[in-house]
């Protein structure tokens, strides 16, 4: 039976958030927020493993971390690489070593720690019936162009623009073979940012599936504090029972 398997990149130095340490070790409210991102997964009935790549030097400590927290479906953490794709090459060579082609890798960033369940499950139910699956939210604000960054070249419409995130999901075969492709002609991923992109390059199609806002990546100092208040709303969810689309009265807008 095939598997469905979480790959977290972890290999960041964190250098915009000024931290001293890779902004995945900085602990809220006494929990890395690596764990916090581990947890969602490790929760999760339908995963069945999670393989990491971490920065060098750091593997020791992230391996505690996860006996401390029991975060007992780790199967391997690998060292990551000199750019977030070659963490990720790393992540799916070790997956591949000990698992079928045919399984599903959803690619997350470990400084995405408010992953809903639903939202991993979509995931595996679009690659299944797609492919492949990309997390994306509408776009809400106005789009610029602009060559110069001082003067507006262009303001196109933004009911057709989406903004990417993660996870990003695929066959393991499937991931692994693009990447191998792309690395014999672009070794060091130029103007790949993300699976996504990585895939488009190829030429292969991507399937959307429609993620959340609170889904957001942790890099500046200010993020920190959008963090505090999602953690904040989910206890609060919490102690009252209540589902994701129902707060109590104080907390609607």
Do not use: W
Not at 166 to 183: C, M, N, T
């Amino acid at each position: 039976m095939s598997k469905n398997i979480a790959i977290i990149f972890a290999g960041g130095s964190g250098a915009r958030m000024g931290s001293g340490i890779p902004k995945q070790f900085i602990e809220i409210d006494g929990k890395p927020i690596i764990i916090y991102t581990l947890d969602n997964f490790q929760d999760h009935d339908e995963i069945d493993k999670i393989y990491i790549s971490c920065k060098a030097g750091y593997i020791d400590k992230l391996e505690r971390l996860c006996r401390r927290f029991a975060i007992d479906k780790v199967a391997g953490i690998v060292q990551g690489g000199e750019t977030g794709q070659d963490s990720i090459y790393n992540a799916l060579l070790a997956a591949a070593a000990e698992n079928d082609e045919k399984d599903i890798v959803l690619l997350h960033d470990g400084v995405r720690p408010f992953i809903t369940s639903e939202l991993i499950s979509k995931n595996i139910a679009c690659v299944k019936e797609n492919g492949s699956a990309v997390s994306c939210t509408p776009m809400f604000e106005t789009p610029i162009v602009s060559e110069s960054g001082s003067t507006v070249d262009e303001t196109p419409k933004r009911d057709n623009i989406f903004t990417a995130q993660a996870p990003q999901s695929f066959y393991l075969g499937d991931i692994l073979k693009v990447h191998e492709q792309v690395r014999k002609i672009n070794r060091n991923y130029e103007g790949i940012v993300d699976s996504c992109t990585l895939m488009r390059s190829v030429g292969k199609d991507v399937s959307i599936v429609h993620g959340n806002r609170g889904n957001i990546k942790v890099t500046t100092p200010e993020d920190l504090y959008l963090l505090r208040g999602l953690l904040n709303y989910k206890e609060v969810r919490q102690a009252f029972g209540l589902t994701e689309k129902e707060v109590p009265g104080s907390l609607k807008k």
